[in-house]
């Protein structure tokens, strides 16, 4: 008797899944509070039921180094599904200028007995910008 392929009862578009993550150049940070908002673009291909981002901001202000992490999470992701993730609350007080940000992106397909997921890591050197309407 010929063995049977488990993968042939997944559909070849869960097979195929890719995430991909971007995170763009340019955050924005409330001097008053410290509060820093991250965006970018989720890709799956083809479109996931659900996916998200997690993260973390730093910068050194100083001496010490500010700390602060994000999640978002978006039902469904299409194509480029814009993100934008909010630090709030983070170690320090963040200031406009240079940060690093490490992000994770996943992004899955339910099927009918399992979940088929990919996913991305990024590692992106930003600009922080004070909001619009605020005086550094």
């Known amino acids: 008797m010929a063995a049977v392929s ?6 070849s578009a869960a097979q195929d899944l890719t995430v991909g993550l971007s995170i763009d150049p340019v955050g924005t940070v409330d001097p008053r509070t410290g509060d820093v908002t991250i965006t970018g673009t989720i890709t799956c291909s083809p479109a996931a039921d659900f996916a998200g981002v997690d993260g973390e901001v730093r910068q050194r202000v100083g001496r010490q180094f500010i700390s602060g992490f994000f999640f978002t999470f978006s039902e469904p992701c299409v194509g480029e599904t814009p993100f934008v993730g ?12 240079t940060a690093t940000v490490d992000a994770f992106a996943f992004g ?11 996913d991305d890591f990024e590692t992106a050197t930003i600009r922080l910008r004070p909001t619009r309407g605020s005086r550094s």
Do not use: H, M, N
């Open 6 to 11: 488990l993968l042939a009862a997944v559909p």
């Open 108 to 118: 899955c397909i339910e099927g009918e007995d399992e979940f088929v997921c990919d």
């Open 86 to 97: 909010e630090v709030q609350r983070p170690s320090g007080v963040f200031k406009p200028g």
